[in-house]
């Protein structure tokens, strides 16, 4: 992805309704830009907000659409826009805008974890006291959310992981002055 997603391509990642090819372009452009990843996390906060008071299923799409609509026009008023044309090799190198990031530990990338002992393990960040750490399965689906001031958690004996599959982690932050830092999305595949 060249460029920051519009409206539409943000609430189709939220949808989980982005083709793999779209959505796996989408997380690199998040990995690497600041400001669409706060625009996410916010919109998939209010999505999680009102999917907890309605269930209607036409007033989440709405209110997401009208969150990201407000929120890129202020942003293409006030913000000027920075094209990435990548997140890992060469390109991430040029890239012109330094993403804080908390470093991962374990599970390694694309590590196979047998299926009781997956252990998230990451670096602790001064005057961070609180971390969130989402785990989805490979259709962005949320499987296990849970915030901490630790920097080490276990998944529970109730969050089913199949053998075989893969599945994504990352862990969220905010500093003092109110900046998100991530690990940035990470993959690990339940040993067969």
Not at 31 to 43: D, G, P, W
Not at 172 to 192: H, K, M, S, Y
């Amino acid at each position: 992805m060249n460029h920051h997603p519009d409206t539409e391509d943000i609430a189709a990642y939220l949808n989980r309704s982005l083709s793999s090819a779209a959505h796996s372009d989408l997380e690199a452009h998040l990995a690497s830009c600041r400001s669409c990843r706060r625009e996410v996390i916010s919109a998939r906060r209010l999505v999680q907000a009102a999917s907890l008071r309605s269930r209607w299923p036409m007033i989440v799409p709405a209110a997401v659409a009208a969150l990201l609509a407000l929120t890129l026009a202020g942003r293409a008023v006030l913000v000027p826009t920075v094209h990435h044309t990548g997140v890992r090799g060469p390109a991430a190198a040029a890239s012109t805008e330094k993403v804080p990031t908390i470093p991962a530990f374990s599970p390694l990338e694309s590590q196979s974890v047998p299926a009781g002992t997956v252990r998230f393990t990451w670096g602790g960040q001064l005057d961070r006291p609180l971390f969130r750490l989402t785990l989805t399965d490979g259709s962005g689906k949320a499987l296990w959310v849970r915030d901490t001031g630790d920097t080490t958690l276990a998944v529970p004996a109730d969050v089913a992981l199949a053998p075989g599959r893969t599945y994504f982690w990352y862990v969220d932050a905010l500093d003092a002055n109110g900046e998100a830092l991530t690990t940035g999305t990470r993959r690990f595949v339940i040993a067969p």
